[in-house]
């Protein structure tokens, strides 16, 4: 087994395990960008492993849509620190339409 598959399996089970137990939403998001950056470099390495360049550049647009995505989702968690004065993931069972 390879250090990279190690390296990448250690990390996405850091986001998974930071997902899974933690209750502050922005420690959730940034678990989610851990896990999507290991899978990245999971990406990478078999694209360098095989010559093929695809991967490397479909891990580009992952990258550039990710920052969109987090961009948006620190935009609604502002809306909701500013809404309940906590990020605590208990605290949106209040939210209702």
């Known amino acids: 087994m390879s250090e990279y598959l190690v390296?990448?399996?250690i990390?996405?089970?850091l986001g998974a395990f930071g997902v899974l137990y933690r209750r502050n939403i922005l420690?959730?998001?940034m678990s989610?960008?851990?896990m999507?950056?290991?899978?990245?470099?999971?990406m990478v390495y078999f694209s360098a492993l095989h010559n093929d360049q695809s991967g490397q550049v479909f891990v580009f647009f992952i990258m550039a849509v990710a920052?969109?995505?987090?961009?948006?989702?620190l935009a609604i968690l502002v809306?909701?620190?500013?809404?309940l004065g906590s990020i605590n993931?208990?605290?949106l069972k209040n939210l209702k339409w």
């Open 7 to 9: 390296l990448c399996l």
């Open 11 to 13: 990390l996405f089970s």
């Open 27 to 29: 420690v959730m998001f």
């Open 32 to 34: 989610i960008e851990l």
């Open 36 to 42: 999507l950056n290991a899978v990245n470099l999971l």
């Open 67 to 73: 920052a969109a995505e987090i961009t948006i989702g």
């Open 79 to 83: 809306m909701i620190f500013r809404h």
């Open 89 to 91: 993931i208990d605290s």
